[in-house]
């Protein structure tokens, strides 16, 4: 590990404590299932899910504090989170939608956080908790068809790191090599050789190629060992795909041939991440940041992105991840 990167995580991990540390008198906010996929964004059951979704965030913040900083603030942060996460735990139940429960990434990484700073018995109920989502989510798709469209596209991809996630944090080996089996056969149907995605190819967004990459490579990064080397190399087509929309020397419309009525019900209701407009090439930042510290081939087109205008968990997870 280099100086800089050195110097880059200790940045970053002051700034989350300085976030996490303003945030400390913020309530817990929750709900007993996320409810977003299929929903429109004006409705109140997505914007009861967002504020839930960013006390998600805050246990992510309070965890890394309850680690790292000094005593007296890391006792405050390590009560946050232990409190947030116990919350949680007790109160959210997983219907098994890997779309809803994709939200849940930063919790399943404080769990594996706070476990260092709680008692053996805390930390026993909150990896079972994250065991449980992957229990849901396996039980969702054996409701489903083997031929449905949800074993293909970016469904799959979220539900295969939640799993994957929760064998890690749970410490469940089995659970992350069967994973990895699914992980094979799933990138084999997902990502085309020209490293196009079926999600491009269903709904002709970029938006929807990037949403389906991230997944993947969070889960190259996060549980290598779920992820075999055929399909790291698939992964990393799927992210050279991008390069000449990145680089300006292509663009794209978004939407414009969609197959998916859903894409227009919310272009209609006004939701401007639905319009038939240009792609703006701002959107795959965060996934590329992340790529950057796996796949060396994307790192000298991608080098633009470095900068200091990222969320602080982002710019912290790409600095600890960093060769």
Known sequence: MSAGTVGDISRTTRRIIEVATRRLD????????IDREGVLFSDPRYRASDAAIESIGDL???????RAAEASIAARCTERVSEGLDIWSNTYRSTGNPINDSQLVPAI??????????????CARWRKWTLDLALRGDQFYGTIKPTDGRYANNWASWRLLIRGM?????????????TRDLVTSHVARNLMADGSSVDFTQRD??????????PLVQ??????DAVDPASATAIESGLSFLR?????????????????????????AGDPAFANALWNPKEARPLLLLARTRFATVRPWTIALVDEDYAPRIKQLAALLEP
């Open 166 to 178: 929760a064998g890690a944090v749970g410490d469940d080996p089995s659970l992350v090599r069967s």
């Open 219 to 224: 889960l190259a990064l996060f549980v290598p």
């Open 26 to 33: 913020r309530p817990v906010a929750v709900v007993a299932t």
């Open 244 to 268: 000449p929309f990145v680089l300006g020397e292509r663009t794209h419309v978004e939407y414009a041939q969609t197959t998916v009525a859903f894409d227009l019900q919310r272009k209609q």
């Open 60 to 66: 992510y913040l309070w965890a890394v504090c309850s």
């Open 109 to 122: 990484q404080a769990v594996d956080l706070a476990c260092a700073v709680a008692s053996p018995e805390r």
């Open 205 to 214: 967004a970029l938006h929807y190629h990037v949403y389906n990459l991230l």
